[in-house]
């Protein structure tokens, strides 16, 4: 199936992936929230991507609290970055103004769904917000972390965006869609998400493609460069979470929480999943994931 769709010719790549916009196209309120409230009874964040089995030194219900909170910046997280991806497509579906239309409404479609689904994250920040206790914070803001990385080449953000949205399709088909004791709503959120970032992907892909054929080698090694730059400093944003996050835990868990254990098992487990690579960032990646931290 995928080596056929493979083969099709561009256009008719993107005449699919406005198919399939068409086809699963949902609402917030009526598809996904449908009246619904969080229960924190229940797991928000998988065991597969919380790494909970590392946290040795909570018990049950504080590991819960710990998926919770990584929940609801995991979903942050979504939000924070589907800014600078919307307007790189914006960006991009320049291109096509006066060529294929179906390529245009593909890409102004999939700037439609972003849009949807920063307001999606927004709305699910503020009612995971409803039900755990205050002091929470996220404090990245979208707008300076989007400057920044708009400021690296469309090759290097294409290929970020490009692994955003794959690993966003992978962790809902092997960790999020089959966790039992996860909270539905939570799961729904992602299993919506999933629907629309399907086509996403491909789009990311096509648009890689064809900036990249225009591409000389040397451009597209600084290219690569600036694409490593761009994993470290997200992982610094990761990292920097993580630390709010470990000090809310040790703030609202209830008991005195020793900065050795719990807590720095937090840390390092939050910045664990997807960017590991990028400790082997070449020089002036630090100096890269502070510029975005400060401007942030
Ligand atoms: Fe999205
Ligand atoms: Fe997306």
Not at 78 to 99: M, P, Y
Not at 209 to 220: F, L
Not at 270 to 296: N, W
Request: charged letters at 25%; hydrophobic letters at 45%.
């Amino acid at each position: 199936m995928t080596a056929v769709v493979d083969t099709l010719p561009e256009t008719e790549r993107y005449a699919r992936a406005v198919e399939s916009s068409k086809r699963v196209r949902w609402d917030i309120e009526k598809d996904v929230i449908r009246g619904r409230r969080f229960d924190t009874g229940h797991k928000f964040l998988p065991d597969g991507l919380s790494l909970a089995g590392a946290f040795a030194t909570l018990s049950p219900g504080e590991r819960r609290f710990v998926s919770q909170i990584q929940g609801r910046t995991y979903a942050n997280i979504f939000g924070l970055v589907e800014r600078f991806i919307n307007a790189k497509v914006l960006e991009l579906s320049h291109d096509h103004w006066f060529g294929d239309q179906t390529a245009l409404e593909a890409l102004v479609r999939f700037s439609d769904e972003e849009l949807k689904h920063q307001a999606l994250f927004r709305r699910i920040d503020a009612m995971i917000g409803d039900v755990l206790p205050s002091g929470y914070r996220f404090d990245v803001d979208a707008n300076a972390v989007a400057h920044a990385v708009l400021g690296k080449s469309t090759w290097a953000v294409l290929a970020l965006t490009l692994d955003i949205e794959l690993f966003t399709l992978l962790h809902y088909t092997q960790s999020i869609a089959s966790d039992a004791e996860l909270s539905e709503i939570f799961k729904d959120v992602f299993l919506y998400h999933w629907k629309e970032e399907s086509q996403h992907a491909i789009l990311d892909e096509l648009e890689l493609v064809r900036i990249d054929s225009g591409m000389t080698a040397d451009a597209r090694d600084r290219a690569v460069d600036e694409l490593i730059q761009l994993v470290a400093a997200v992982d610094g944003i990761l990292q920097a979470q993580a630390s709010a996050d470990a000090e809310y835990f040790a703030a609202t868990c209830g008991r005195p929480v020793d900065d050795a254990g719990a807590a720095s098992a937090l840390r390092d487990g939050s910045r664990q999943p997807d960017y590991r690579g990028a400790r082997a960032a070449p020089e002036g990646s630090a100096r890269d994931a502070a510029v975005v931290r400060d401007q942030a």
